[in-house]
């Protein structure tokens, strides 16, 4: 009999009731390992760049503003950040916990969740920090490749779909979001240097923080990131 299957993490999830928070640079890896946590512990994959891709995809009035920015690599404003992550936590599908990911990157982002997470009742986050050398990131920005329909990740150098184009799980077709360009690289890991990068150290000091090789393989990755989720404190 399996020791771990969904039915029996997703148990251990509830009982933690808390937040799981993946930081780390754009291209380390956190929105393939958030979908496959999330898959398993039956609980939200909440990925803030989804959400307004979602917004821009429909045109919605904080889509439009939001677009513009996101195509220049430049952060969105917390304002409308802090907007759809209060409306989307409020969803009784959130009442046991989620995984965040590429949320919080600002240092105002980060002292607002650790408020609302005290107000929801849930216990101190788990912070998992995808570590990487960037001088890995630009092949993999650059190859990403993702599901039109269901948001499936691929890489067309590392991590390719069987029939190229082509999503392997639901046979939708795989796009390029426009800020995987190359010519938007260099100002999102500068964003990520400058903004991000620096509540490594805020949630290492609160002693939340627990550092993956994110450099190794999708597998290798996902065995640290559950054995960290299953011992958490
Ligand atoms: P992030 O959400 O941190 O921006 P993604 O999860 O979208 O990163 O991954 C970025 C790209 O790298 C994708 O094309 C994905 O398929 C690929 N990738 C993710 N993890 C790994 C890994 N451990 N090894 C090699 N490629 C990976
Ligand atoms: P991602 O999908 O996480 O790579 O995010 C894509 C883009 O969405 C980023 O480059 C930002 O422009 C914007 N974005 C996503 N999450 C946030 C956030 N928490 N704060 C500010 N901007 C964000």
Known sequence: ????????????????????IF???????????????????????LSTGDMLRE?????????LLAKPMMERGELVADSIILKIVADRIESPDCSFGFVFDGFPRTAAQAQWLGELLKQHGFKQ???????????????????????????????????????????DADGG?????????EEVVGPRLEGYRKLTAPLTAYYRRLGRLQD???????EEVTQRVLEIVRTAR
Do not use: W
Not at 10 to 17: G, M, T
């Open 125 to 167: 986050p788990v912070v998992v920090h995808f570590a990487i050398d960037p001088a890995l990131l630009l092949r993999r920005i650059t190859g990403r490749r993702l599901c039109k329909t269901g948001g499936e990740i691929y890489n067309i150098y590392d991590r390719a779909p069987k029939v190229p184009g082509i999503c």
């Open 212 to 218: 993956v090789d994110a450099a190794k393989s999708v």
């Open 1 to 20: 009999m399996p020791t771990s299957g969904a039915g029996q993490d997703a148990k251990l999830l509830q009982k933690l009731h808390r937040a799981v």
């Open 23 to 45: 930081l780390g640079p754009p291209g380390a890896g956190k929105g393939t390992q958030a979908q496959e946590l999330a898959r398993k512990y039956g609980v939200p994959h």
């Open 55 to 63: 917004h821009i995809a429909k045109s919605t009035p904080l889509g």
């Open 173 to 181: 077709e795989l796009i390029q979001r426009p800020d995987d360009r």
